[in-house]
């Protein structure tokens, strides 16, 4: 599946296109087929994303968005050497889900 | 410390209500990312993996108390309470947000600071010794030399479009602490025979995808010439230099191209040139920036003698602490490497212990170190104990300066976008490898460097171990280089051989390690070995 990923522009938070609009958890991500780069036009221009990109990802068993490249599952989660600061905080395991 | 006088207060609240206005067009649609991003690189802010980055300039290291306050204040207020120190002795800030980027810049400009040419094709922060003014073996303070260029440098016009990014460092002494040679311009102060001050000058030098140390273009540059020859060197470059490749447009291209006679050539005829129109500064005015420089008032008649009774302050106070210009008195390393710890980043509250300690004990002064570190450079001999345990009861005690576990270290993919591997997890697993007090004083002095790309801000060609994190087929994989250095016998490492992956090249660094053990004669350290018998014997060790 593609996926459609950026930073929100004011706070800079990493934030995933799930169909509607943006959120900041990859489990929302939307499949965007070949609608990618026109949709980011689209937010880009209304000031919603910055320096948004679309990317390949993978919908896992467990019903869960795993984006192929490990810099996107990083973007997605937090900085693995400080899991207090992820976006699963209380997960000891969450870092796992990157490697 | 220098003050700021009210040009450069002018200067700086002027940049602070320019990039206010910027930020709120960006954020009301009024400008595209395509123009808005140059105007936020010149303001330090980049876009990383998590949110923005703040790049804040420490000039030549030097911080107050006041300014680490106000830093532990942002981190606090602005940031997740935490900052890191780079090898550029810069601090970052790696969770800010964009509508409060104005906000920060403005409380930075009330403590004399800012991000001003901390990014871009601009001179960057100059950085020098993490000793200066402090040192027992330096000529002078580095200092007031590092802040007149930073002066004559900053905003100027003809320096506002280079090629590439310029780095400068200067240093005073014998010992290269500060990898001098690893900059675009290096300059160590000098005395001739007849006592005059002046410059060896090291042009060329430069990290990244293509390294070179410098090479050295004068032997003794008169001291009120020294601008004057900077911007003889920035000339040629700005004339000659490539500026259709971004990887090429870097001085030391330039001189590796032109071959460094050729280079010299050149940068001595328009020396000559530059020399006849007087722009370079007039003793007055090095008088009166060298006056902040002057040296706090040592106290004297104090005693040399320190308490040893205390076995783990002993072991801190042999491996963290430095001589001293001034009788009585000692240089406090404070390493914020810790085993388990991200090397380089400081809390809120640690940012608050050291700057009383700094404030009590130092003559309010403190230093980033290139390997960040920090300093506390002028401690009454007698006071050492006291701010020993202050440090130890804020975590920041470890006594393993330039020991295996002082690891250099980038954020690597953890934080940034550029990265290829993670370099944080890697220098973790190594320090703990090693974590054991004795077997770390037993190999000695051993300096780890790891970058997570190309790019090279972990310095891995400087490293007597060196890693740089490569991508292989989308997963992360560290080439192990040795044999650098970026003291004053700079030298730049060499790759062993083909990639590990992360447990893989943890067991790597431990062989090459081992193998030093075992191989090494009396007194020598791991890159003194190395130098004696080259790279065949360590191959064969780490490849079997
Ligand atoms: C996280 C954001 C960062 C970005 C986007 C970044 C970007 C870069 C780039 C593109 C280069 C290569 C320049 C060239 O070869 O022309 C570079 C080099 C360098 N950076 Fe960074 N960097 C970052 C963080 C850091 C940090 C945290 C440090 C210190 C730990 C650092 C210190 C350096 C140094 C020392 C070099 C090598 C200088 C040289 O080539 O002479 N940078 N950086
Ligand atoms: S070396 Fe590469 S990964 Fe590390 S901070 Fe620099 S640009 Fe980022």
């Known amino acids: 599946m593609k996926v459609i990923t950026g930073n929100d522009l004011k706070t800079g938070a990493v934030i995933w296109w799930d169909g509607r609009g943006w959120s900041i958890h990859v489990e929302d991500a939307a499949d965007a087929g070949d609608g990618g780069e026109q949709i980011l036009a689209v937010e880009d221009a209304a000031c919603r994303v910055n320096g948004g990109y679309v990317i390949e990802a993978e919908r896992g068993l467990d019903g869960k968005v795993r984006p192929a490249h490990i810099k996107d599952r990083i973007r997605a989660l937090g900085p693995t050497v400080r899991p207090d600061l992820t976006l699963k905080p209380a997960d000891p395991d969450a870092g796992s889900w990157v490697i | 410390m220098y003050k700021y006088d009210h040009y450069d207060q002018a200067m700086v609240d002027a940049r602070v209500a320019d990039f206010r206005d910027q930020t709120r067009r960006r954020i009301a649609g009024q400008m595209t990312d395509d123009q808005f991003k140059p105007l936020r690189l010149k303001n330090g802010l980049y876009l990383q993996l998590h949110a923005y980055m703040l790049r804040i300039a420490i000039p ?58 901390t990014s871009g094709e601009s001179i960057r922060n100059i950085s020098a010794d993490h000793y200066a003014g402090a ?138 040139h530059i020399l006849r129109l007087g722009t370079d500064f007039p003793q007055a005015e090095y008088d009166r920036i060298a006056a902040y420089f002057e040296p706090p008032a040592f106290e004297t008649g104090l005693r040399d003698e320190i308490d040893r009774s205390d076995p783990d302050f002993a072991v801190w106070l042999d491996q963290n602490v430095a001589a001293h210009k001034a009788p009585g008195y000692a240089i406090a390393n404070i390493s914020l490497k810790p085993i388990r710890g991200i090397g380089g980043d400081i809390t809120a509250e640690q940012m608050e212990v050291v700057a009383d300690l700094a404030e009590r004990y130092s003559f309010d002064e403190l230093r980033v170190a290139h390997t960040q570190n920090l300093v506390l450079p002028h401690v009454r001999k007698q006071d050492l104990y006291a701010v020993w345990q202050a440090l130890r009861g804020a975590g920041l005690a470890d006594a393993n300066l330039d020991l295996v576990t002082d690891i250099i270290a980038c954020p690597g993919l953890d934080y940034c976008s550029l990265a290829n591997a993670r370099s944080i997890p890697v220098a973790q697993k ?115």
């Open chain 2, 60 to 117: 030549y290291g030097t911080l107050d108390s006041r300014q680490l306050r106000k830093l532990a204040h942002i981190a606090r207020t602005y940031d997740r309470g935490y900052g890191h120190f780079t090898t550029r002795q810069n601090l970052q800030f790696h969770w800010i947000k964009l509508e409060q980027a104005p906000d920060i810049l403005a409380e930075l400009a009330e403590v004399e600071m800012h991000c001003i040419q």
């Open chain 2, 135 to 272: 040192a027992a073996d330096e000529i002078m303070d580095p200092r007031p030399w590092a802040e007149m260029l930073r002066q004559m440098t900053s905003f100027h016009p003809e320096f506002s479009y280079l090629p590439r990014k310029f780095k400068i460092c200067v240093i005073a002494a014998e010992e290269d602490r500060a990898a001098m040679r690893w900059h675009d311009f290096g300059l160590r102060i000098v005395k001739n025979e007849a006592g005059e001050v002046g410059f060896e000058v090291y042009p060329g030098g430069g990290m990244g995808r293509t390294p070179f140390i410098a090479y050295k273009s004068a032997d003794f540059v008169p001291q009120h010439q020294i601008f004057s020859y900077l911007q003889a060197v920035l000339r040629v470059w700005n004339r000659h230099a490539r500026r259709d490749n971004i990887h090429k447009q870097r001085m030391k291209i330039l001189v590796h191209e032109l071959g460094e006679e050729e280079f010299t050539r050149q940068v001595e005829e328009a020396f000559e």
């Open chain 2, 430 to 544: 190594i320090a703990e490898r090693f974590a054991d007090p004795a077997r770390q004083h037993d190999l000695g002095e051993l300096k780890i460097k790891i970058s997570g790309c190309i790019n090279a801000c972990g310095h891995h060609h400087a490293g007597h171990i060196g890693i740089l994190g490569v991508d292989r087929k989308g997963t992360e994989n560290y080439q192990l280089l040795l044999g650098g250095s970026g003291d004053e016998h700079t030298t730049q490492a060499k790759i062993t051989g083909p990639g590990f992956d992360e447990d893989g090249i943890v067991d790597a660094v431990e062989r090459a390690v081992e193998h030093y053990r075992t191989i090494r004669e009396s007194g020598e350290r791991f890159i003194d070995t190395y130098r004696r018998v080259g790279m065949d014997g360590f191959k064969e060790a780490i490849y079997g």
